[in-house]
């Protein structure tokens, strides 16, 4: 139990143009999703909280206009990056808290390696 | 917010010995503390996970204990082995969110030599 799934597992795009990523929990709703970058050899780097049906938290630093975040339902969470720069390349995960009350643990998906040209 | 600090960044260990990573946190109304392991390019696996009403977790080989006055909480992982090799994270909460977001700690690199 407890499956998220991502998608696509990698993207290669050139500069300036916009990539969607897909976040699913397969076999449990959330109401909560959660966004993360990781550099090489670094830690998870929170980007935003996603809410379903409600607006995105984000994080100190982080482009709201550039990282369009949107959770239309209890199992998807999309997160599109806008006019993707070189500096914009990395690993971006997802993750899933299930409804309250069932735990606070959050559940990765497989991540997307993003490279932009 | 929350600021989670880890310690050692790499730790290298012969197969069977135990290793022990150690973190530290600064909300003291934090209440939720998972490991998650990392093998490169996969996602994290959450592998243990402990909350404030209990000092100490044990699941077979991996163990983890906490404590609420001095603010930290250590995995300890006995007689490993050579697949124990990956990135372990910490986390924690920030106290009082609603969301659950969790803040990692920046990782530690164990090495289990055959």
């Known amino acids: 139990g407890a499956v998220v799934s991502q998608h696509p597992s990698w993207v290669i795009c050139k500069s300036g143009t916009s990539v969607k990523i897909e976040c699913r929990s397969l076999?449990?709703?959330?109401?909560?999703m959660f966004w993360y970058r990781q550099f090489p050899k670094q830690s998870l780097m929170l980007m935003a909280t996603?809410?379903?049906?409600?607006?995105?938290?984000?994080e100190q630093g982080v482009e709201k206009d550039k990282f369009l975040i949107n959770h239309a339902s209890l199992t998807l969470s999309t997160l599109t990056v806008t006019s993707a720069h070189p500096e914009d390349s990395s690993f971006y995960i997802c993750?899933?808290?299930?409804?309250?009350?069932?735990?606070?643990?959050?559940?990765f998906g497989p991540g997307t390696r993003l490279l932009v040209l | 917010g929350e600021n989670v600090e880890q310690h050692p960044s790499t730790l290298s260990v012969q197969e069977g010995d135990s290793a022990v990573i150690k973190c530290t946190y600064s909300?003291?109304?934090?209440?939720?503390f998972p490991w998650y392991k990392q093998e490169l390019g996969k996602r994290p696996q959450l592998i243990i996970d402990?909350?404030?009403?209990?000092g100490e977790k044990k699941d077979q080989r991996i163990a983890v204990t906490l404590n609420k006055t001095a603010k930290h909480f250590s995995l300890h992982i006995t007689e490993t082995q050579p697949e124990d090799s990956a990135v372990y994270f910490c986390?924690?909460?920030?106290?009082?969110?609603?969301?659950?977001?969790?803040?990692f700690g920046q990782g530690t690199i164990l090495t289990v030599h055959p």
């Open positions: 076999d449990f709703q959330a109401t909560t």
């Open positions: 402990i909350r404030s009403n209990v």
């Open positions: 909300d003291s109304a934090s209440n939720y």
């Open positions: 993750s899933a808290r299930p409804l309250p009350g069932i735990g606070e643990t959050q559940y």
């Open positions: 996603s809410n379903e049906g409600s607006k995105a938290t984000y």
């Open positions: 986390a924690a909460p920030g106290g009082g969110t609603s969301y659950g977001k969790l803040t």
